[in-house]
């Protein structure tokens, strides 16, 4: 009977250390701000990874919260292959809860780039790495960059459309 109680209790933990780590991870993720793209790429812009993490460890560190996060390349199998991963972790400063995800890098198919690019096999290892780890954190953490503009054309599209449907003449329209 004490194994039965003993085992209702750590479950009892157990359970409250995940409650407890959900209100710090929302209290986190509803602190952020947000961090604009303002770094170039070829013909886009991109957040800087270093921001986010500045972002989100002042959020952290401002609300006292008890969570923290770690993101290693790693390898894993799936289903007999061999993954290329980053392994985000959030856990739990106090209770050790964690939660975990991999996102796959794709680092294999930068064999076919290699050549074509000026920059080296490690050099875009280490990029695809970054962005990785950047987006990771982005979707799990639903953090927010300036408005996505690549969508502009089609409120001009849509008002031209209600123009026409009211007769009124309008100049040809270009998709870019």
Known sequence: MQDVTSNQGVAIVESQSKIEFLKNLKSLRMGLNGVD????????????????????????????????????????????????????TFYSTKTGYSY?????????????IEGKSKNTFPQLVGSCITYFKRYALVAYLSIESEVDNDANTLGTRQETTEEESKGIETPPYRCK
Do not use: A, H, M, W
């Not at 793209?37 to 609300?63: A, C, P, T």
């Not at 919260?65 to 290693?72: A, H, K, P, V």
């Not at 996102?103 to 198919?109: A, C, G, L, S």
């Open 37 to 88: 793209k303002s770094l170039n790429g070829y013909g886009y812009r991109y957040q800087d990874f270093n921001e986010i993490i500045r972002e989100i460890k002042q959020v952290i560190k401002s609300n006292n919260l008890d969570i923290d996060f770690t993101q290693c390349p790693t390898i894993k199998s799936f289903d007999g292959n061999i993954v290329n991963v980053i392994t985000t």
């Open 100 to 112: 975990s995800f991999d996102t796959p890098i794709y680092t294999e198919e930068l064999k076919s």
